[in-house]
Nanobody, 115 residues
Framework: QVQLVESGGGLVQPGGSLRLSCAIS???????RGWYRQAPGKERELVAS???????NYADAVKGRFTASRDNAKNMLYLQMNSLKPEDTAVYYC??????????WGQGTQVTVSS
């Protein structure tokens, strides 16, 4: 079993920055690692998907503002969020899809962008 634990959420003013972290409980061979978010009353949506060492796909709404990264040696995922907007307010989740198809999610961390 694999546990994912997000941290780094909080309240930030518009235009501010936050860095989310996702700790993965053990080394895992994955086919996909990424970040998703869910705003109140909306469906969960993709924010960023890391499919290889050189390929990360971003939602149009966050391109140029968010950067996803990973540190395989530390079993960590990160999401650097800059120029935050009120519409970025959501619960943010990390996700890892293991080779073989097992799908793991964290419990989520709240990000609130408000003045």
């Amino acid at each position: 079993q694999v546990q994912l634990v997000e941290s780094g959420g909080g309240l930030v003013q518009p235009g501010g920055s936050l860095r989310l972290s996702c700790a993965i409980s053990r080394s895992i061979f994955s086919i996909n690692r990424g970040w998703y978010r869910q705003a109140p009353g909306k469906e969960r949506e993709l924010v960023a998907s890391i499919t290889s060492a050189t390929t990360t796909n971003y939602a149009d709404a966050v391109k140029g503002r968010f950067t996803a990264s990973r540190d395989n040696a530390k079993n960590m995922l990160y999401l650097q969020m800059n120029s935050l907007k009120p519409e970025d307010t959501a619960v943010y989740y990390c996700r890892v899809v293991e080779v073989g198809g097992k799908d793991y999610w964290g419990q989520g961390t709240q990000v609130t962008v408000s003045s």
